[in-house]
């Protein structure tokens, strides 16, 4: 057989293995991976996502205008808690060394965007922990602009059937959490 052909047999097994449910075992009973046997190797994922705010809320965000403090700065700090913590949450992970976290914050017209890149060395990925990073961090801008984002209470002329049983103030019409997704991951032998 050619090396291409040892190659493409490689990667079918890996898809194989890939189709398997790894968290389970042969009773389906849930498991956690056993990585002993696994080479170290440099790993790094980056995670995204996005949270999409009222226009008002990202100036003030902008502005630095938020009496809750500096949004951003906050919402770093819990990304970075988020990953260190990934195995105390999820329960199937396995604690990791981190090596690195890095987080980019982007300001749109009506949200805010969140890159976080975990990097590791050891016998795991670290996608979840990028995931996590996400997640959290825009959960913590959330929690800091939740007054802001809150819709106002109208008056009884101003709604009509399900809108007024559904806009009674409080609610967040226009807040949203999305396209949580893992962008990148890399795995290098070490």
Excluded at 10 to 28: P, S
Excluded at 46 to 62: D, F, H, P, Y
Excluded at 95 to 110: R, W
Aim: net charge negative; hydrophobic share 35%.
């Amino acid at each position: 057989m050619s090396d291409r052909g040892d190659s493409e047999a490689k990667a079918d097994d890996a898809e194989d293995r890939d189709a398997e449910l790894t968290h389970t075992d042969e009773q389906g009973d849930v498991q956690m991976v056993d990585v002993g046997d696994k080479p170290d190797t440099a790993r790094r994922a980056v995670a995204s996502g996005e949270i999409r705010l009222q226009r008002a809320t990202v100036a003030a965000i902008r502005e630095d205008e938020v009496s809750k403090g500096d949004v951003l700065a906050t919402g770093r700090v819990g990304a970075v808690q988020a990953v260190k913590h990934t195995w105390e949450t999820i329960p199937m992970c396995h604690q990791i060394p981190i090596t690195n976290v890095e987080t980019d914050f982007g300001l749109g017209e009506d949200r805010v965007t969140l890159d976080v890149a975990v990097e590791t060395t050891g016998k795991t990925g670290c996608e979840m922990e990028a995931l996590e990073g996400v997640t959290t961090g825009l959960n913590v801008v959330w929690d800091m602009v939740k007054a802001a984002e809150k819709s106002e209470a109208r008056s009884a002329s101003e709604r009509s059937g399900e809108a007024a049983k559904k806009d009674e103030g409080g609610q967040y019409p226009d807040t949203a959490i999305e396209n949580v997704r893992v962008v990148e991951k890399e795995k290098r032998e070490l």
